[in-house]
């Protein structure tokens, strides 16, 4: 089974509904992380959570808003889809604890279309 | 701010030749450098990173050295093959949080 997973895996919706994507991780590390990733501009940080009670902004985080439920779990959703949101989604861990802390592990991604 | 440059693609090559992405950053202090692949359809991997200056991080034939003086960690593999075909990301990391600032991509076909 894979250590991060991600769901849905692909996803249209059309613009001002809500949209929820999550993250499950069996790694048991404590750092998670939402990136969105667009033709020709890599991925970008959207936010990122060092533990269940530490949530934090990244470079692009208007339009959107996390949950950290658990330690494993980390959601991402958009209150109100709008077309520019149309992007693939990439969720990915790392541990503090590790001798490689800024190592990251990702997600298969969601590719989410916003009609 | 901090920032990574990197090559535009796509670099098509033929198979056993040759490959260098050139990548250049914007940092300061002394940032972790990564090179991230991504296969089509799947998300991205770790394929080599260093921590220092001089440092070379090497995997699956890839290598990358720190270079400061220059600001660069160019990737390079002497023979590619066809399962080398997939996008490649520049990275680095700044700060304590590990956050991870990215090069646009580089995409890579190999042909037979």
């Known amino acids: 089974d894979a250590d991060v997973t991600q769901t849905p895996r692909n996803r249209i919706t059309k613009t001002g509904k809500r949209i929820m994507l999550e993250c499950s991780q069996t790694?048991?590390?404590?750092?998670m992380y939402w990136y969105r990733q667009d033709p020709g501009l890599g991925l970008r940080l959207i936010y990122y959570?060092?533990?269940?009670?530490?949530?934090n902004k990244g470079e692009i985080s208007d339009g959107y808003s996390v949950s950290r439920q658990a330690q494993a779990k980390f959601s991402l959703s958009l209150e109100s889809a709008i077309p520019n949101q149309t992007a693939l989604y990439f969720c990915?861990?790392?541990?503090?604890?590790?001798?490689?802390?800024?190592?990251?592990?990702f997600g298969p991604g969601t590719r989410l279309t916003v009609l | 701010g901090n920032s990574v440059t990197q090559m535009e693609g796509p670099v098509t090559l033929s198979e056993e030749a040759f490959l260098t992405i050139n990548c250049t950053y914007t940092?300061?202090?002394?940032?972790?450098l990564f090179w991230y692949v991504q296969y089509p359809g799947e998300g991205l991997q770790l394929l080599l990173k260093?921590?220092?200056?001089?440092d070379k991080g090497s995997n699956k034939g890839f290598e990358a050295t720190y270079r400061k003086e220059t600001t660069s960690f160019h990737l390079e593999k002497g023979s590619v093959q066809v399962s080398d075909s997939a996008v490649y990301f520049c990275?680095?990391?700044?700060?304590?949080?590990?956050?991870?600032?990215f090069g646009a991509g580089t995409q890579v076909v190999v042909t037979p």
């Open positions: 790694k048991g590390h404590d750092r």
């Open positions: 990915a861990t790392s541990d503090f604890t590790s001798g490689s802390p800024d190592t990251q592990y």
């Open positions: 959570s060092f533990d269940v009670k530490d949530i």
């Open positions: 260093a921590t220092k200056a001089d």
């Open positions: 940092a300061t202090g002394y940032p972790s």
């Open positions: 990275a680095l990391s700044a700060d304590s949080w590990g956050k991870l600032q």
